[in-house]
């Protein structure tokens, strides 16, 4: 079995390249529901954001996913007042199974400085400052990816709405209604899912629910749109849809002590080391988070769990400042706000 990492942190994003008078960047996050561009003033720490429809080519090709994150890119350079020429840097985090090709067609339309990342890096970037330390994204999808002491990285999950995503939207939404469809042909428990289900997707009954997932088809995005209810039931004490959350921890938790373990992160003695938790699943609080600790402090005792505010095209602008040998220019912690500011 071959045994080299699934994903390869590029070269020119391992450590600070030379330094140089670079004094814009692009960052984007590119993900199936959203993407969000910004270009950043090194200088002055002004910002520019646009925002784009989805940008995973899993969820909507190839050529609306480019279309996508070019058009969100330019939109910000416009936004900018400058130049295309005048960035020194892009860093593009875009979901996906398979972003090789993306990134192919980026570097054809743009040049060798614009670089496609998959975003659970940039995810990893924004979590830990770029250092050792993890990240496990939880939002339409999931994926799980770190980088040990020494420099070595590894990735777990992010196979895909068919074959992966365990403990993300997607799947928890579609473990929902699953739990619907149990409770109603009897062979699962009761639960408040059910009568929630058919409210949420304005259907009649359970079983229309399941003939529409099939007929129209639901897209991963509304399917993922539905975890705000079973979190909801889940705080108001819906045994099933807790018991969800616990599973869906469990299955996430694997991913991320497999990542701890291959990156040389679980040293001996246990060492700290951030984990941070992105994406919209985890605004399910403590139902989600207090299991997902548990299972990550089973292996990995000092490790800092905790779910990160920052928006993710943080990590894609540190990224691209460091790429620029100009990292020092970025305070995490500056930057974040301003971002928030700037994404309202």
């Excluded at 990240?135 to 770190?146: C, E, K």
């Excluded at 989600?288 to 490790?303: E, I, K, N, Q, S």
């Amino acid at each position: 079995m071959d045994r080299t990492p699934l994903i390869q942190l590029p070269g020119a994003l391992m450590q600070a390249g030379p330094p140089t008078d670079t004094r814009f960047v692009l960052g984007i996050d590119g993900g199936a529901t959203k993407t969000m561009a910004a270009v950043l003033d090194l200088d002055s720490g002004a910002l520019h954001v646009a925002h784009g429809g989805p940008s995973n080519e899993d969820a909507v090709g190839m050529r609306a996913a480019v279309g996508t994150l070019l058009g969100s890119a330019d939109e910000a350079i416009e936004r900018a007042g400058i130049e295309r020429s005048q960035l020194g840097g892009a860093v593009l985090a875009v979901a996906g199974v398979d972003t090789e090709p993306i990134a192919e067609q980026v570097r054809s339309a743009r040049g060798e400085s614009w670089m496609v990342i998959n975003d659970v890096i940039g995810a990893w970037a924004t979590a830990t400052g770029a250092g050792p330390g993890v990240a496990a994204i939880s939002g339409t999808g999931s994926n799980v990816f770190g980088v040990g002491p020494d420099g070595r990285s590894w990735q777990a999950g992010g196979w895909g709405h068919i074959l992966g995503d365990e403990g993300s939207g997607f799947w928890l939404g579609v473990e929902s209604i699953k739990a619907a469809l149990r409770d109603r042909d009897g062979s699962g428990p009761q639960t408040a899912l059910s009568d929630a289900a058919t409210a949420f997707f304005e259907v009649a009954s359970v079983e229309a629910l399941a003939a529409l997932v099939y007929s129209q088809p639901l897209t991963k995005g509304e399917i993922a749109a539905f975890t705000v209810v079973t979190s909801q039931l889940a705080e108001g004490g819906d045994a099933v849809a807790r018991e969800l959350y616990a599973r869906g921890a469990v299955e996430l938790g694997e991913r991320i002590a497999a990542v701890i373990r291959l990156s040389g992160l679980g040293g001996d003695p246990p060492s700290a080391f951030p984990v941070g938790l992105i994406g919209s699943a985890f605004k399910a609080g403590a139902v989600f988070v207090d299991p997902l600790l548990a299972a990550v402090h089973a292996v990995a005792p000092l490790a800092s769990v905790a779910v990160v505010d920052r928006a993710p095209v943080l990590g894609s602008l540190l990224l691209a400042a460091r790429a620029c040998g100009r990292a020092q220019a970025v305070e995490l912690a500056v930057l974040a706000r301003v971002i928030d500011a700037a994404a309202v």
